[in-house]
């Protein structure tokens, strides 16, 4: 057994692994994002960087130590795939690093699925969005690309420090745009410095068409927000996201398929009631007839009310 493999043990393979994912990366931002201790992170890259597996370097704006993985660590985390960073790694690559460490530790432990761009410059042909530039076109590949609900296109992670010229920060804008049409990536989202860079590219996407759902920019959560995230939360807040799609894609059930009740009717309004039905044969009555004797009694009575019955009296008039 060679002293590399008695002094590497799986916690610091696992450690190295996330190092090397990202190339440069900062101590603090390896323990936010495996919710570890720091002093474990130091040990585990001292045991590394015993093994020849990594090197590192201090860090002056209070990131504390930056780190990135040797060939021989690539090759021995299993990390075949990805090109080792070029030592030493200048200032600008180290800042930038510190700057998607940090956005790698807040989607680690947010438990999404990530890839770093050294990963996907493995398959750049399927992950790389072509961008306009002053020599005509060129490609580019997000800092992370994270999966999100289970979607099978991810999100284009950036981390934005707000240094580019603004004719350069509209055509990367143009070609987000454009990925997200054609379906490669789903959104994207930007993760700033500061509030200022965030006014700045909301701006730029406004102009470019790129605002709306598909579209974040944020600033950069702090290590105290990460910390405080609990991985087993952002997957239970997932699962609900994914049932609540589910539920408003899926037809409704046999239960719901059912026809409503049907109300009582509403009451017709009444008729007179019909006549009755006569024989041809028999006399129709008519309302109000009387029988003959009847009606001869009814007109005796009356013409002796009169006095039509009495003598004609003598009409008056002058003697002759």
Known sequence: MTVEKAIVGPGSVRVG?????????????????????????????????????????????GEGSVAWLTTAG??????????????????????????????????????????????????????????RCERGSTTQLPDLAAWVDGRQAPVAVIAECGGRREDRQRWILESWGDAIRSGDYCAVRYECESEAVVRWITRLAKKVGLAGAGFTATVQSSAAEIAAMSPELARAEAAARET??????????D??????????PSPEPSLPPAAPVVAADEPVPVLGSE?????????????????????????????R
């Open 17 to 61: 692994r996330f190092i090397g994912r990202l190339g440069v990366v900062s101590l603090p931002a390896v323990a936010a994002g495996l919710d570890l201790e720091e002093r474990v992170v130091r040990r585990h890259v001292a045991k590394l960087e015993t093994a020849g597996w990594l090197a590192r370097a201090p860090w002056v704006w």
């Open 74 to 131: 690539i090759r021995a985390t299993g990390l075949g795939g990805v090109r080792a960073v070029k030592s030493y790694p200048s200032p600008g690559t180290i800042a930038h690093g510190v700057l998607v460490g940090w956005s790698a530790a807040r989607t680690e432990r947010r438990g999404r699925v990530w890839r770093s761009a050294r990963e996907l410059a493995v398959d750049g042909e399927r992950w790389a969005v072509p961008a």
């Open 244 to 253: 609540a799609r589910l539920a408003a894609t899926e037809p409704p059930s």
């Open 255 to 264: 239960r719901l398929r059912e026809p409503p009740a049907r109300e009582p």
């Open 291 to 319: 029988s003959d004797e009847a009606s001869a009694e009814r007109v005796q009575h009356w013409r002796e009310i009169l006095g039509m019955d009495e003598a004609p009296r003598r009409r008056w008039g002058r003697r």
